[in-house]
């Protein structure tokens, strides 16, 4: 019974003595930053923007094609495994119906371009033959 007895009183004193005990503010959250989609394209180039440094991709299987466009940030590698370079090569060597692979993210387009590689040359018409 004592012990009843001494812990109400205890917790009696105690909760104003806890109430008055300054609280720390809890530390500032910074936004989570929104999640980027990472994806990759593989597909021939149908336009190029030098100026606003975009290219467009146009991929597809079948019947299903589509076009993604790409901002190149001047810090992303563009490589040509066609020619075994191992430097980077300039946004302005890429001519229309190369086939190139990218990586990319972002929310909306244009994305934003990680990694550039042409992989060949889209090669159109028919050849004739003799």
């Not at 146009?58 to 066609?82: C, K, M, N, Y």
Request: proline residues 9%; charged residues 15%; positive net charge.
């Amino acid at each position: 019974m004592r012990t009843i007895a001494s812990l109400v009183v205890t917790l009696v004193i105690a909760t104003p003595l806890a109430a008055q005990q300054p609280t720390a503010a809890p530390p500032p959250q910074a936004t989570p930053a929104p999640p980027v989609t990472h994806d990759t394209v593989r597909g021939a180039i149908r336009a190029i923007d030098v100026r606003a440094r975009t290219v467009d991709i146009t991929s597809g299987v079948g019947f299903a094609i589509h076009v993604v466009q790409l901002r190149i940030p001047t810090s992303v590698p563009i490589t040509d495994r066609e020619s075994g370079q191992a430097d980077s090569i300039r946004l302005t060597e890429l001519r229309l119906g190369d086939v190139i692979r990218a990586s990319f993210g972002g929310q909306a387009a244009p994305f934003v371009a990680y990694t550039i590689e042409r992989v060949g040359r889209m090669v159109t018409g028919v050849d004739t033959l003799p």
